[in-house]
């Protein structure tokens, strides 16, 4: 049985009143979740599983699917309008967003950010609807050594993101690399870097960290301003109309449709994620796109390649958690006991055994994008008035979310000196001229890295020729050598650009 057989008893399974109130109230809880910085996604959905204990399978996976998806939207509203990702994998978009929000298009870039996630979200829920279970085959044959090539593969994306001196860049980034080394060895568990701190044992957590390196130096930098300078920062809302012209639709057409695929592709690889995807999509709209330039200075193409990329990633996680019953990432395997209290173990067979159910979740990701979407388009203008507010009444509430966010993800006072420390070496890298963004993706990409390099010697004992061993890591050697050529051509270029202006 497929698709089509499932459809009616499906739909008959989903259309209902509950159900749609509880993808309702979802979706509200994950915007506003998600919206402010250190409340993330992951601690949403964890606080309010219990909820959904005493709930039937459908209704209960709506409600965790529309905090999860909203999550993805919510995160770019902080980004765009305070230069602080809400999120993680938002921190893409705050590149292009909050400068466009400075230019007083914050409304146009809530608009782009929530245009895109919406087009992201759906694509990614027909692509799960349609080609799950054959895509998860496929991805279901990549090993540890496949893995690391991913990793490698993302680790290209420095170049994109380094700013003007790509050698500050490195820096930085392997700045972040060896931040994601503090605590334990992934593969034989001795403390590294822990300095005699027993809490450090667990490692540095990426939401607390984040909250330092793009929130607390935000503040820092303010309290360096005059008075009078201050005032100059507050966002120029005034002539927000929040309209979006033609030109500006067909140049979103190809990041968005291209940060859909991107998305999509990352997310069905489990272990993966929304922040990786919307870094791979932002580098390559940028790579691809005919005002490079723009990129870092209010870009529509940013913006929604970055959007469009990390929502998409939402349908896609979901992919092998159905089929294969490996969740996707933390989100998703959070989701996993949901299911499970219901007494609905995924795998393939679950198609068969309870296959309207399957669909029926499936189908529901498709209507949980449509009410984030009426939900944003009618709260957009009541997000862009957070801009106006005062910056010496702003900056208060910003400090006091940003402690209460770090303090909130482990319950614990020891993070909120985490946060203070990296603030304080944010505002030092600022100094030096150091990009933030490296840091990040060294964090990110830095535990997963080591853990599949290590892993894959230890199955070839200690031999290289694992790395070169299957199709699928040829492909992404290949892909990694074309985007070191374009870095190439690209830093030529503009060296040349660069004698000609002398």
């Keep these: 049985m497929g698709l089509f057989d499932f459809i009616g008893p499906a739909s008959g399974l989903l259309f209902t009143l509950e159900n749609i109130i509880w993808i ?4 509200f809880i994950g915007c506003v979740f998600a919206a402010i910085p250190g409340l993330s996604v992951i601690l949403c959905i964890i606080l309010f599983l219990p909820v959904t204990y005493t709930m039937r399978a459908i209704p209960g996976m709506m409600f965790l699917l529309g905090i999860y998806c909203a999550g993805g939207y919510g995160g770019s509203v902080s980004a765009i309008l305070i230069n602080t990702p809400g999120t993680p994998h938002a921190a893409a978009t705050m590149l292009d967003g909050y400068p466009l929000s400075k230019m007083g298009r914050t409304k146009a870039a809530l608009k782009i950010a929530l245009y895109a996630s919406t087009f992201g979200g759906i694509f990614s829920a027909l692509v799960l609807l ?112 929040g309209k979006i012209t033609k030109d500006e639709y067909k140049r979103m057409f190809r990041p968005v449709l291209m940060g859909s695929i991107i998305g999509s592709c990352v997310g069905i690889v489990p272990g993966t994620g929304a922040s990786e995807a919307s870094w791979f999509s932002y580098n390559t709209a940028k790579n691809l796109s005919k005002h490079p330039e723009e990129f870092g ?56 055994t309870d296959g309207a159910i399957m669909y029926a979740i499936m189908l529901g990701l498709i209507l949980v994008n449509i009410f984030m979407f009426l939900q944003g388009k009618y709260l957009t203008s009541l997000f862009a008035k957070v801009v106006s507010i005062p910056q010496q009444i702003l900056t208060p509430i910003i400090v006091i979310f940003c402690f209460a966010g770090a303090y909130s993800v482990n319950s614990s006072y020891f993070d909120l000196s985490v946060a203070l420390v990296f603030g304080v070496m944010a505002w030092f890298m600022r100094k030096l001229e150091l990009p933030a963004v490296p840091v990040l993706l060294g964090m990110v990409l830095g535990n997963m ?39 190439l051509r690209g830093k030529m270029k503009e060296t040349k650009n660069a004698k000609v202006e002398q």
């Design 24 to 27: 309702n109230l979802g979706v």
């Design 297 to 352: 200075h209010g870009s529509v193409e940013g913006v929604a390649a970055a959007e469009s990329a990390n929502n998409a990633v939402c349908g896609a996680t979901l992919i092998p958690l159905l089929t294969l019953g490996i969740p996707g990432d933390g989100c998703v395997a959070i989701m996993l006991s949901a299911l499970m209290i219901n007494g609905l173990n995924p795998g393939l067979s679950l198609f068969t």
């Design 130 to 241: 349609f080609l799950g279970p054959q895509v998860a085959k496929i991805s279901a044959q990549l090993g540890t050594a496949e893995y690391f090539m991913v990793c490698l593969f993302g680790m290209t994306i420095i170049a994109g993101v380094s700013g003007k001196s790509l050698v500050k860049g490195i820096i930085a980034a392997c700045l972040g690399l060896l931040i994601s080394c503090v605590g334990a060895d992934p593969m034989t568990s001795y403390d590294r870097f822990t300095f005699g701190i027993p809490r450090l044992y667990l490692g540095l957590d990426l939401a607390v960290t984040l909250i330092g390196l793009f929130a607390l130096v935000e503040i820092i930098g303010k309290a360096e301003l005059k008075r009078n300078e201050l005032n100059l920062h507050a966002g120029k809302i005034g002539n927000d109309d």
């Design 449 to 487: 890295t080591e853990t599949n390099f290590r892993r894959a010697l230890l199955i070839s004992d200690g031999s290289p020729n694992i790395f070169f061993g299957s199709v699928f890591c040829w492909i992404f050697i290949a892909l990694i050598v074309v985007v070191i050529i374009g870095i």
